[in-house]
C-alpha cells in the first residue's frame, strides 16, 4: 500500500482519510473530494512502484495509489491535488467506471438542493474591518456577517474583463477608520468629523470567510453561497456579502429571503442584470437580479441608477413591474425623491449595489466602468434614504475587480459598507 509521509510521520492512505475528517474503514466510503487542512510538504512513495510524487508547488498530479481489494490485487487510485491557498483538495476516482456511474444516479449531482455541498466556507487570512474571525457558522454571534465570496464563474468573457474574484480580499487590504475590535469582542466603532460623532461602536461584527468556490462547477459554488448566506442569517446576522461578480446577489439574495421568508429587493447599478440568459447562460453577471425576481421568496423589486440598459431589458422591466430610475433621475430629482418615489415601505429589504453604478472616474478598478454616473456622496445619500424604508436584512458590493490595479476602487467599495452599516445601525 502507497504511503504518505508528513513531516516525520508516516500514515496510510486510509489513516490519512480519517485524519482529514472521513468516516471509513475501507475505500469504498472514501468521499469523491477530501479537504486537507494545511500541512507541512507532503511526499509519497509506492513500495510497489518505482513512481513516486512530491507536493511541490500549487499542482500535483498521481497515478500510482493503491488500495487493497477483496481480492487481494491491487486496484490504482487516480486523480489530482490542487493545493489552494494552504488548503489541499483531492479529487480522487476509480477506475471502475460502472461502479462510479452507479453512485451518481443513486445520490445525484453536486449542487443539487437537496444534495450535500461539502465544505461551505474558509477563514481568511485579514478580516474585514478587523472583526473577529467565525469558523463555525453554526456558532456565529453577531449582529453583522461578512461573507467573501471569491468569484467571477459569472463574466461574460471575452466580451468583459475579468478579475472580480479579489474583490474580498481587496476591499479586507484596505485600511480606513473602522479597524479595531474592542477585548469584549464588539467593534471599536469609527469617528466621523462630518457630524461630530462615533459610530458603530459595540456593534458584533464577524468575518465569516470566504465561500469555498468549487473551481469549473458553477451550481456548485452557487449552492455554497446560499448554503453560507442562509446560515449567517438564520443566526440572526445581517448578511454583507463582498464580491466577486455580480453573479453572486441571486445566491447570497436567495439565502437570505429563504431565512427570512420574503424580502423586497433593491439593486442599485448602471446595468440591469436582468436578462433572462445571455449566450445560453441563465446564471452570469447580466441575469442574476432576473433569478431573484422569480424566486416565491422576493416580492417587489426596484432598479436605481440606470444607464447602460439595453432595450429588451428595460421592455420587460417594464412588463414585469419593476420600478425603476435611471441615473439622470438621480441626478435632476435628488436621491432621497427618488428612492421617496420608488422604493416602498417594507418589513424586509436585501439591497445588492455594484460599484459601477458610480462614475467611471471613481471607480476605475471596477468589471465593467461607464461614464457618467452618480457620485459617492449621492450614493451615500441613496443608500441612507433606503435605510429608513425598513429592516436590511442583507446587502451586497460587488465589482470591485483586481483587472486594473486600482486602490481607490477598492477603498471606495470599503468606506461604501461602512458608510452603508453606519446608516443602517444608528
Not at 101 to 116: F, H, K, W, Y
Not at 212 to 235: C, F, N, V
Not at 301 to 327: C, I, N, P
Not at 380 to 403: H, M, N, P
Amino acid at each position: 500500500m502507497g504511503e504518505y509521509s508528513m513531516s516525520t510521520q508516516s500514515v496510510s492512505v486510509p489513516d490519512l482519510i480519517r485524519l482529514v475528517g472521513g468516516v471509513t474503514d475501507t475505500f469504498e466510503d472514501v468521499p469523491d473530494v477530501v479537504l486537507v487542512p494545511p500541512q507541512p510538504a507532503i511526499t509519497s512513495a509506492n513500495p510497489n512502484s518505482t513512481d513516486g510524487m512530491t507536493i511541490s508547488g500549487r499542482f500535483m498530479s498521481f497515478s500510482s495509489l493503491y488500495e487493497p481489494s477483496r481480492g487481494g490485487a491491487t486496484n490504482p487510485l487516480r486523480g489530482c491535488v490542487r493545493i489552494v491557498d494552504g488548503y489541499t483538495m483531492m479529487q480522487t476516482h476509480w477506475q471502475d467506471r460502472p461502479l462510479v456511474e452507479r453512485a451518481s444516479e443513486e445520490v445525484g449531482m453536486p449542487g443539487d438542493a437537496e444534495q450535500p455541498v461539502g465544505p461551505l466556507t474558509r477563514s481568511a487570512t485579514r478580516t474585514f474591518f478587523g472583526a473577529p474571525a467565525v469558523d463555525d457558522l453554526d456558532r456565529l454571534d453577531a449582529r453583522v456577517g461578512f461573507l467573501g465570496v471569491p468569484t467571477d464563474q459569472g463574466v461574460i468573457i471575452p466580451f468583459i474583463r475579468s478579475g472580480a474574484f479579489a474583490g474580498p480580499r481587496l476591499v479586507r487590504e484596505t485600511r480606513t477608520r473602522l479597524r479595531e475590535t474592542r477585548p469584549d469582542g464588539a467593534s471599536a466603532g469609527w469617528f466621523d468629523i462630518e457630524t461630530e460623532r462615533h459610530y458603530l461602536e459595540g456593534v458584533r461584527l464577524a468575518d465569516c470567510g470566504d465561500v469555498l468556490i468549487a473551481g469549473g462547477d458553477m451550481p456548485l459554488s452557487q449552492a455554497r453561497t446560499t448554503a453560507a448566506a442562509r446560515k449567517i442569517a438564520e443566526r440572526g446576522a445581517m448578511v454583507v456579502a463582498v464580491g466577486g461578480d455580480h453573479s453572486i446577489s441571486f445566491p447570497v439574495g436567495r439565502g437570505v429571503a429563504e431565512a427570512h421568508g420574503m424580502v423586497d429587493v433593491v439593486h442599485i447599478d448602471a446595468h440591469p442584470d436582468f436578462a433572462d440568459s445571455i449566450y445560453g447562460s441563465k446564471l452570469q453577471h447580466g441575469s442574476q437580479l432576473r433569478r431573484l425576481f422569480e424566486l416565491p421568496s422576493t416580492k417587489r423589486f426596484t432598479a436605481l441608477g440606470l444607464r447602460s440598459v439595453d432595450r429588451d431589458q428595460y421592455e420587460d422591466m417594464k412588463r414585469l413591474g419593476v420600478g425603476f430610475a435611471s441615473t439622470r433621475a438621480i441626478l435632476e430629482e435628488g436621491p432621497r425623491a427618488v428612492v421617496e418615489r420608488l422604493v416602498q415601505p417594507a418589513d424586509k429589504l436585501y439591497v445588492s449595489i455594484d460599484i459601477d453604478v458610480l462614475d467611471s472616474g471613481l471607480v476605475p478598478g471596477t468589471t465593467l466602468p461607464e461614464p457618467g454616473g452618480i457620485s459617492y456622496r449621492q450614493l451615500r445619500e441613496l443608500l441612507a434614504a433606503i435605510a429608513t424604508k425598513g429592516q436590511i436584512v442583507g446587502f451586497d458590493v460587488v465589482e470591485t475587480s483586481a483587472a486594473q490595479a486600482d486602490l481607490a476602487t477598492a477603498m471606495t467599495s470599503a468606506w461604501l459598507i461602512i458608510h452603508f452599516l453606519t446608516a443602517i445601525l444608528s
